[in-house]
């Protein structure tokens, strides 16, 4: 236990924490992501709603869950901690300082970016996970089987213009928090080479920090134009 302690002490082992917890979580997007694709089948939320049930069911999958809401919590506080120590090793700021000059905004704005995700997340989980678990979701059948139909719970959710809306801004945050959170978790274990630190700046920058965020804001939008007969 003494590494333990040691490593959650020390500067140097918060932020290797943070980047372990970070890059996990970055890893978690993809799948969910993929799985939320299900919703562009137009099979009145078929798909979706298998995809939902093997997630809730499966035995794998429910232990990594728990990982999951571990590693945000750990992000979060890890976050916070490593936030506190620099501002009380510097309680006067410099009278002088462009920090524009040597870092671009996302770097400078983390822990805004990372309280709206934050806030987002409850409200997130609170619509649709915890409606998933204990709320009354309504019963769809496929094939003689009978689904939660989540499915329906999105539509409700989703037909809101403030809900799509706050969606779509909380996918731009995470974009800006991905853009330098992802190479800044390499960073942190040392893995910086002329030969990789390119290829891992482009995947934050792009695949990351557009490519994820654009395809979670597009499902909201798809939806609520959906379900309002626009499409």
Not at 36 to 50: I, P, V
Not at 68 to 73: A, D, G, K, P, Q
Not at 212 to 229: D, K, R, T
Request: hydrophobic residues 50%; proline residues 3%.
């Amino acid at each position: 236990m003494a590494w333990v302690i040691q490593t959650l002490s020390s500067s140097l082992g918060r932020k290797v924490i943070m980047s372990l917890t970070g890059l996990f979580l970055s890893s978690f997007l993809i799948v969910h992501m993929a799985g939320n694709l299900q919703l562009f089948k137009g099979d009145n939320g078929r798909a979706f709603n298998e995809y939902t049930y093997f997630m809730t069911h499966n035995p794998l999958i429910i232990t990594v869950s728990y990982l999951l809401y571990t590693s945000i919590l750990v992000h979060a506080l890890m976050a916070w901690i490593l936030t506190r120590h620099n501002q009380d090793s510097r309680p006067v700021k410099y009278a002088y300082s462009k920090p524009e000059a040597n870092s671009d905004w996302s770097s400078r704005n983390m822990g805004i970016l990372g309280t709206i995700l934050l806030l987002f997340i409850i409200i997130h989980m609170r619509t649709f996970w915890y409606e998933m678990h204990f709320g009354s979701v309504p019963m769809a059948e496929y094939d003689g089987k009978q689904y939660k139909d989540l499915y329906a719970v999105v539509k409700e959710a989703f037909s809101q213009w403030w809900y799509v809306l706050l969606y779509v801004v909380c996918m731009i945050a995470i974009g800006f928090h991905l853009a330098h959170g992802f190479q800044s978790g390499f960073q942190s274990f040392g893995i910086r080479h002329k030969k990789y630190t390119p290829l891992i700046e482009f995947v934050g920058k792009y695949f990351f920090a557009i490519v994820i965020p654009a395809a979670f804001a597009a499902m909201p939008i798809y939806v609520f134009l959906q379900v309002h007969g626009i499409i």
